[in-house]
């Protein structure tokens, strides 16, 4: 097994930084562009690999120039190799180049591990982020790379709109759900939907039959039709509709100097994804907003070779060095929180089966223990006894920096340290030379990823600035808790370990609380270790004043005392940790109790309570690879992002809370993120849900999200996101991949497709981890400055001739962005070629609709009593003055007392004319000479009355 060398060298930085890719757009081509392969692919099974990442993306390279109207290619690629591979000469050392911060990312979709062109060919965008922001990677599995699949010839092609969704932030210009039709106003029909309206398209059946249908009604297509789109004789757009035909090539456009000509011109009336989220915008007007274009950066060039310049790097053994600061501001809490955090690292060294190493510093940094493996118990405590103690001296980042690197340096002969990490822990600002910035050339030419934990208010935000410029994390810890910091160094360790796919060496935390011991009581409480979950276990309890007593029950009754071998005393740390090799799967029980002497134990004064934290990780098990069932194969996983790192109000966060098992979405869970906020007020709960609307853009996609609207002040704030489920609560769907909508994604895929759709529950789970700093400024109370969100998923369910009216559905948005109640909504509509054009540009010029209480049922909306956030709202509203078969959009805004959202996605719905039967009333006369004069009278709700002879 690779070795994992790890120096800790005491410091603090701010916040978790979660760092994309750093692939950038310099005079027209891509550099730093990162492809990872992940350990699972094997280099037996797909030997030809490398070769044909090659010929695609240097393909794939000339279609981005065409797409990018000359404007763009990859110029620098690199490409990462798996550990596991062989060794090559032309492999260099990996420096921040990693899997999980790569690009592209290439690894089976599922569980298990499939065999060589076996599985799925597919091709991912991976995230669930706001239209023109960044998500988070394209994900890739290795049989989309053989011939032998369907969807191999229009790979390149795929790579080009797969990068505009992951770096522009766009979406697919193809119908959103079932639909296929839409009602063309300007031809007053139904048409399949196509963007744009050039392409000659059809409706076919799976025999490729076509599907007929009513023009007029859009009545009448069967299930199981699609749209076929002929091939193009002139170049035109868009790949986002369609890339598997020879011809289409472009974006689609808005118009004005940009667009060639109607071939490329976006329709903006489909219910598409990118007309719904980028309200209506053309994809190349959302990417030509980016920065890689903004005033006219980076203008068509004629490039003579867009062939990519390919570096082939292979990432070594670990070598990190956690540096710690024991200046004087570290005195008292800070030092034993620091303490009782590494010794919690340390505990978990043989998870990793590495080297230690720590460095402290102060107005001098000092090395207090060389590398060591940490494996057995004896190299465990000489590492803990290396520690920091006493804290004294100023602060000199810079001088920790130094030493740190130094160390690593020393791990590889004395020759450059590339890819080796630092972690550094702070609590203070730099006070004495060297500063971060006298030493910066030493650290970018070393090629080292510093991840940095800035404990407290009053961390340097340089540590901030330095994990982001080296590619590395950013956390923050609180000197209210030892929790944040145990929590901050715990992820570390767990993405730096087993970054691309759960190993059986990273720890996986299930718990984190912290409880209050009063004199002479007990607290008892429960943690689950689920079934996929439970090698070496640790438990650990801290304490502030007095030494506790842990009594840890086990699922069949042991209980583990004082007096077992798997349980360690820290006194001077204060700190007591319990480690089961083996732990059952089941509620693990655990009971705190204060110890005090006799004499004091009938005291009960408040102030002699004291904090407890608790903490419980562990590593996965091996799962049997005969178990059939997927949920029964993998481990589920949490991560904790944000949209925005620092914020300057009244500009809000969106939180992610993503859970995953392997690649597929966990779906149904109960989802929260525990804020830690600055100002040492009371720390809040916020829901986040994955329910397709307010900040969660698609749902069931295993992205949780919501707006934080709850500020409490300037400064730094501490996430943790925790997740759990009952059992049969959870559960995943192998056609719903985390962070996508679906798995299958054309008919290439069905076709390649090696198992059925199954859908399974997951085990019953709890999972928690840190998620990032987030720096708050410029906040202020007083006047409401957050509207309304946008409401995204407006859907005209039912069009009713008879009265004139629509029914509406939507979810309920909030009075702070999707939080809390919005006073009321306001419904308008508008027809006509010319009037739907101004009614899209200025919401205002649409008529109001009218609420239809008299038609409404019970639990209906009302237009002024909205529900709450995340609540489903439905309301019957009538439209004034309709005529027949004419093409009405309506569209909606929320309000507070004050504010108004943006106007939602419109929806479109025409009335078509409804005859009732007849009504006669007939009068026979008898005249003379033999004429009979016949009279009568029609009636009808749908026409006029007339009188006939």
Not at 138 to 154: D, K, L, Q, R
Not at 477 to 500: E, H, K, M, Q, Y
Not at 606 to 621: E, M
Request: proline share 4%.
């Amino acid at each position: 097994m690779a070795r994992f060398y790890i120096i800790l060298a005491v410091l603090l930085s701010c916040g978790l930084h979660h760092a994309l890719g750093s692939a950038r757009l310099i005079n027209n081509g891509y550099e730093d562009v990162v492809i990872a392969i992940s350990n699972s692919v094997s280099e037996r099974q797909f030997p030809n690999l490398l070769d044909q990442i090659q010929r695609i993306f240097t393909e794939s390279s000339s279609r981005l120039y065409t797409a990018f109207r000359r404007r763009a290619y990859f110029r620098y690629i690199t490409i990462v190799i798996p550990r596991s591979w062989e060794d090559n000469a032309k492999y260099e050392p990996a420096t921040k180049q990693s899997f999980h911060t790569a690009d592209f990312r290439i690894d089976h979709d599922t569980v298990s591990i499939n065999g060589k062109c076996s599985g799925r060919a597919l091709v991912r965008t991976i995230g669930g982020y706001q239209c023109g922001k960044s998500n988070d990677y394209i994900e890739m599995t290795p049989n989309s790379f053989c011939p032998s699949n369907g969807a191999f010839p229009f790979l390149g092609k795929n790579i080009v709109r797969q990068w505009a969704r992951y770096r522009y932030g766009i979406y697919d210009e193809e119908s959103k759900g079932s639909k296929l039709l839409y009602r063309d106003h300007e031809e007053n029909r139904f048409k399949p939907i196509q963007c744009s309206r050039s392409l000659k398209v059809h409706i076919v059946d799976m025999y490729n039959k076509t599907c007929s249908y009513n023009p007029v009604s859009g009545s009448g297509l069967k299930v199981g039709c699609r749209i076929v789109v002929a091939r193009s004789s002139l170049a035109a757009g868009s790949i986002m509709y369609e890339y598997r035909v020879d011809g289409i090539e472009h974006f689609c456009d808005d118009g004005g100097k940009d667009a060639a000509n109607a071939r490329t011109r976006h329709n903006p009336i489909p219910s598409t994804y990118q007309n719904i989220y980028c309200d209506s915008k053309s994809v190349w007007t959302v990417i030509k907003r980016h920065p890689d274009f903004v005033n006219d950066k980076n203008p068509p060039a004629n490039i003579r070779s867009t062939i990519p310049k390919f570096r082939f790097v292979k990432s070594e053994p670990l070598r990190i060095a956690m540096v710690l600061d024991k200046s004087g501001s570290m005195s008292g809490r800070n030092m034993q929180l620091l303490s009782q955090a590494a010794i919690n690292v340390i505990a978990q060294s043989r998870n990793f089966d590495g080297k230690l190493g720590i460095v402290t510093f102060s107005t001098n940094a000092t090395v207090t223990c060389p590398l060591t493996a940490g494996e057995s118990d004896q190299e465990k405590n000489k590492l803990i006894n290396c520690l920091p103690s006493e804290a004294e001296g100023e602060t000199s980042i810079g001088s920790g920096i130094l030493k740190g690197i130094e160390l690593l340096r020393k791990s590889k002969d004395g020759r450059k340290p590339s890819g080796g990490h630092l972690i550094v822990m702070s609590d203070g600002q730099e006070n004495y030379r060297p500063y971060i910035e006298n030493i910066m050339t030493n650290i970018t030419e070393n090629e080292i990823v510093i991840t940095s934990i800035s404990l407290g208010q009053h961390a340097s935000e340089n540590l901030e600035d330095l994990s982001k410029l080296t590619g590395g994390l950013s956390y923050f810890a609180s000197t209210n808790s030892t929790l944040t910091l145990i929590n901050a160094f715990t992820t570390i360790v767990s993405n730096l370990v087993g970054p691309d796919n759960i190993k059986y060496t990273t720890p996986i935390q299930i718990y984190s609380e912290e409880v209050i011991a009063r004199p002479g009581k007990s607290y008892r409480d429960s943690a689950l270790l689920d079934r996929s979950i439970g090698d070496n276990a640790q438990f650990t309890f801290t304490w502030e004043l007095r030494q506790i007593n842990v009594i840890l029950t086990s699922p069949l009754g042991i209980n583990y005392t004082s007096t077992s071998p798997e349980y360690t005393v820290y006194k001077q740390q204060k700190l007591i940790r319990i480690t089961i090799a083996k732990a059952q799967s089941g509620r693990w029980k655990y009971t705190i109790e204060d110890k005090l002497s006799r004499q004091m134990r009938d005291l009960r004064a408040i102030d002699q309570s004291q904090s407890v934290s608790v903490t419980v990780s562990a590593l996965s098990k091996a799962q049997s690879s005969n178990n059939e069932s997927i949920a029964a194969k993998g481990v589920v996983t949490i991560e904790v992002k944000l949209n925005k790192e620092k914020i300057q109000y009244p500009d809000v966060p969106i939180v992610y809370v993503e859970v995953k098992l392997g690649h597929l979405a966990v779906l149904n869970c109960s989802a929260v993120v525990k804020v830690t906020v600055p100002n040492q007020s009371k720390n809040y709960i916020l829901r986040v849900r994955d329910d397709g609307a307010g900040a969660d853009i698609t749902a069931n996609d295993g992205i949780y999200s919501a707006y934080m609207t709850k500020l409490d002040g300037n400064g730094r704030y501490a996430l943790l996101g925790m997740v759990n489920a009952n059992a049969n609560q959870s559960y995943i769907d192998t056609n719903y991949n985390f962070g996508a909508r679906n798995t299958i994604d054309n008919q290439a895929d069905i076709k390649n497709s090696s198992s059925a759709r199954q859908i399974e529950y997951v085990y019953a789970f709890s999972r928690v981890k840190s998620g990032p700093l987030l720096e708050v400024s410029h906040y202020s109370l007083g006047t409401d400055q957050l509207p309304p969100a946008r409401i995204h998923d407006l859907l005209a369910i039912e069009t009713i001739s008879k009265n004139k009216s629509v029914i509406l559905k939507w979810t309920a948005t909030g009075n702070d962005l999707d939080q809390g109640t919005a006073e009321g909504y306001e419904i308008r509509y508008a027809s006509t070629s010319l009037e739907l054009e101004q009614f899209r540009n200025n919401f205002a010029t649409g008529q109001i609709a009218s609420f239809q209480s008299l038609l409404a049922t019970p639990n209906a909306t009302n237009v002024t009593k909205p529900k709450p956030a995340g609540s489903t709202e439905e309301m019957i509203v009538a439209l004034d003055e309709v005529k027949y078969g004419r093409t009405y959009m309506i569209g909606l805004i929320a309000y507070d007392k004050s504010l108004q959202s943006k106007v939602s996605n419109y929806v479109y719905g025409v009335f078509q004319h409804v005859f009732q039967p007849f009504q006669f009333q007939i009068k026979i006369e008898h005249h003379h000479l033999g004429i009979l004069k016949i009279s009568w009278k029609t009636a009808c709700s749908s026409c006029t009355n007339s009188i006939g002879k």
